[in-house]
């Protein structure tokens, strides 16, 4: 091992609602919030940090030419339910696959439009 994970940084528009966002989504707390920065965690995990970025230009997944460039696997025991409570916080669908009932996930965009997935495996 080289080194150990300590942050992943997202780029956005606006760094306190999407950690406000996240902080809900994983139940970490909002740790820093400043004009052009944010973060959460819980002294468990990585932290997760959001870094204002003026014009940010969103992932449009698929869209190759605005690409994911990366995305959280998120593991939820109701999809249901998770589906209700994110949609709530201003996620959006883009996609869903329901292809094998013992795993089911959902392809998503957080407010800032990061694709994000939510995964219920039996």
């Known amino acids: 091992m080289i080194g150990r994970l300590r942050a992943v940084t997202l780029d956005c528009p606006d760094p306190g609602a999407l950690a ?27 932290v997760i940090d959001f870094q204002r970025v003026e014009d940010h230009r969103a992932p449009d997944w698929p869209d190759p030419d605005r690409p994911q460039q990366m995305h959280f696997e998120i593991r939820v025991e109701d999809i249901g339910v998770a589906h209700e409570r994110v949609t709530a916080l201003g996620a959006r669908l883009l996609a869903v696959s329901e292809e094998r009932p013992d795993n089911l996930y959902r392809v998503y965009a957080d407010p800032a439009g990061h694709p994000f997935c939510l995964e219920f495996t039996a």
């Not at 966002?21 to 944010?38: I, K, N, Q």
């Open 20 to 46: 406000d966002f996240y902080s809900e989504l994983l139940g970490m707390p909002v740790t820093r919030r400043d004009h052009d920065w944010a973060g959460i965690g819980d002294g468990t995990r990585p």
